[in-house]
């Protein structure tokens, strides 16, 4: 299983315990085997440092704002998750049976973290080179899928109501509910007397659903 996980990520680790703690879910950890988290830290930092240097040369005249928009999709929790399931790391993941029982292996969250912990990993292990190769591999696909710089919905919403005089759109949380290594978001979007409430695993995904659902009925309206 090792030399799967391994070739599928083109790199032998020198310590394999830096492979193993970034593919150990929280559920799985105990104190002689940390999860994936610390590493997740690190790895977020490197995707972030990658990706940055990939969009100052593939698009060179594009203003701070674009690229700063662009760079948030590919870093996104989402995204990551997405190069995951291209790598197919699923089957390594080292869960709880609890965890992988109900659904885990297959959790977006959950492979994006171990997406970024597995980069994490291979910068301590092997240092940046490794870790840039392995995001390029798998980021540019990305980077060609869409030329012009993304909307978000929260962008998308303000835009719509600040073009209609309604003012700023308002954000708040609901409730949260679940363990800490894999939280539920409940936000509700408000502008004037219209609202819409979204889910996600971060208050930013979130706040994404919710003006998005807010956007469709404005404008089905």
Same mark, same amino acid.
């Given at each position: 299983?090792?030399?799967?996980?391994?070739?599928?990520?083109?790199?032998?680790?020198?310590?394999?315990?830096?492979?193993?703690?970034?593919?150990?879910?929280?559920?799985?950890?105990?104190?002689?085997?940390?999860?994936?988290?610390?590493?997740?830290?690190?790895?977020?930092?490197?995707?972030?440092?990658?990706?940055?240097?990939?969009?100052?040369?593939?698009?060179?005249?594009?203003?701070?704002?674009?690229?700063?928009?662009?760079?948030?999709?590919?870093?996104?929790?989402?995204?990551?998750?997405?190069?995951?399931?291209?790598?197919?790391?699923?089957?390594?993941?080292?869960?709880?049976?609890?965890?992988?029982?109900? @659904? &885990?292996?297959?959790?977006?969250? !959950? =492979?994006?973290?171990?997406?970024?912990?597995? #980069?994490? /990993?291979?910068? $301590?292990? @092997? &240092?940046?080179?490794?870790?840039? !190769? =392995?995001?390029?591999?798998?980021?540019?696909? #990305?980077? /060609?899928?869409? $030329?012009?710089?993304?909307?978000?919905?929260?962008?998308? =919403?303000?835009?719509?109501?600040?073009?209609?005089?309604?003012?700023?759109?308002?954000?708040?949380?609901?409730?949260?509910?679940?363990?800490?290594?894999?939280?539920?978001?409940?936000?509700?979007?408000?502008?004037?007397?219209?609202?819409?409430?979204?889910?996600?695993?971060?208050?930013?995904?979130?706040?994404?659903?919710?003006?998005?659902?807010?956007?469709?009925?404005?404008?089905?309206?």
């Amino acid at each position: 299983m090792s030399q799967d996980i391994e070739t599928k990520l083109g790199y032998v680790f020198k310590s394999p315990s830096l492979r193993d703690e970034a593919l150990t879910h929280p559920s799985a950890a105990s104190a002689l085997k940390p999860s994936y988290q610390r590493l997740e830290f690190l790895g977020d930092r490197v995707l972030g440092l990658v990706v940055a240097r990939l969009l100052i040369q593939r698009f060179p005249g594009e203003a701070e704002g674009d690229l700063a928009k662009r760079h948030a999709v590919l870093v996104s929790r989402e995204t990551a998750a997405r190069a995951a399931g291209a790598l197919g790391i699923a089957p390594f993941i080292k869960l709880s049976k609890g965890e992988d029982e109900a @659904g &885990g292996r297959s959790n977006p969250t !959950a =492979l994006g973290d171990v997406m970024e912990a597995l #980069l994490g /990993a291979i910068y $301590l292990d @092997g &240092g940046l080179a490794p870790a840039e !190769a =392995l995001v390029v591999r798998l980021w540019e696909p #990305l980077l /060609a899928e869409d $030329l012009s710089p993304p909307k978000d919905a929260k962008t998308t =919403l303000q835009e719509w109501s600040q073009a209609r005089s309604m003012g700023l759109p308002v954000y708040s949380v609901l409730s949260q509910s679940g363990p800490a290594h894999d939280p539920k978001f409940l936000i509700l979007a408000r502008i004037g007397d219209n609202q819409a409430q979204g889910e996600g695993n971060s208050k930013r995904a979130a706040e994404q659903m919710a003006a998005k659902a807010l956007l469709e009925t404005l404008t089905h309206d």
